[in-house]
């Protein structure tokens, strides 16, 4: 496990990357938790990435697994002092040799919400939220980056009305690349998520 500023996090290193991932797990996972997916984005993307996976500060009241902030009940106030922290800790992935513009934010459920709320107040190449849900207050701002959304149609967890309404609000502001997957499962990540990140790659970087 490495350290930097507010958040430990594991990584698939690379010397010569051009490129790079940043994820954010779910409520009750960890940092490893998203690693494999990583992989397979990257392994399907003619792009040199690197793999960076944040790991929440918070225990999660189970005693397994991390959380950004507290649910049931929502701790809207303790959320937006982690997305304070997290844009901190984004902020210092912005490098001379990868730059934000060169960088893929992707968070799943609790993670999918602090992506686009840290996200959308930075310059990245592409966020991707998996089955999320916009915090109280969030707005996506007047130029949204590029966006892929995915959300399963029968989630019990987090319901997909969440992500339309993201979707709506980001479509009515973007004149960049804005796409929402809609699939037949539940509050899981869809391998077809994969397939449409990597193919519309060039469009992005």
């Known amino acids: 496990m490495k350290y930097d500023i507010n958040h430990e996090f594991v990584s698939i290193s690379s010397q010569t990357a051009?490129?790079?991932?940043?994820?954010?797990?779910?409520?009750?996972?960890?940092?490893?938790?998203?690693?494999?997916?990583?992989?397979e984005i990257i392994d399907k993307i003619n792009f040199d990435f690197?793999?960076?996976?944040?790991?929440?500060?918070?225990?999660?009241?189970?005693?397994q697994g991390r959380q950004w902030y507290g649910?049931?009940?929502?701790?809207?106030?303790?959320?937006q002092i982690e997305v304070n922290k997290l844009l901190v800790t984004l902020k210092k992935f912005d490098t001379d040799q990868i730059s934000l513009k060169k960088t893929i934010l992707l968070g799943f459920s609790q993670g999918?919400?602090?992506?686009?709320?840290?996200?959308?107040?930075?310059?990245?190449?592409?966020?991707?939220?998996?089955?999320?849900?916009?915090?109280p207050k969030w707005a996506p701002g007047e130029n949204p980056p590029p966006?892929?959304?995915?959300?399963?149609l029968f989630d019990d967890v987090v319901p997909i009305d969440a992500s339309r309404i993201i979707f709506e609000k980001v479509k009515t502001k973007s004149s960049e690349f804005c796409e929402f997957l809609e699939?037949?499962?539940?509050?899981?990540?869809?391998?077809?998520?994969?397939?449409?990140?990597?193919?519309?790659?060039?469009?992005?970087?």
């Not at 994820?23 to 938790?33: K, N």
């Not at 998520?193 to 193919?199: D, V």
């Open 183 to 205: 699939f037949d499962g539940f509050h899981q990540i869809d391998l077809n998520l994969i397939n449409l990140i990597s193919s519309n790659i060039s469009k992005i970087f």
């Open 18 to 39: 051009t490129h790079r991932i940043i994820l954010i797990h779910g409520w009750g996972a960890d940092a490893d938790d998203l690693l494999t997916l990583g992989k």
């Open 50 to 63: 690197e793999v960076i996976s944040l790991r929440a500060p918070g225990l999660h009241p189970s005693g």
């Open 112 to 135: 999918a919400a602090m992506a686009i709320d840290a996200g959308f107040k930075l310059n990245f190449g592409l966020i991707v939220a998996c089955s999320g849900y916009p915090h």
């Open 147 to 152: 966006l892929i959304i995915s959300h399963g």
């Open 71 to 79: 649910l049931y009940p929502h701790d809207w106030n303790g959320a």
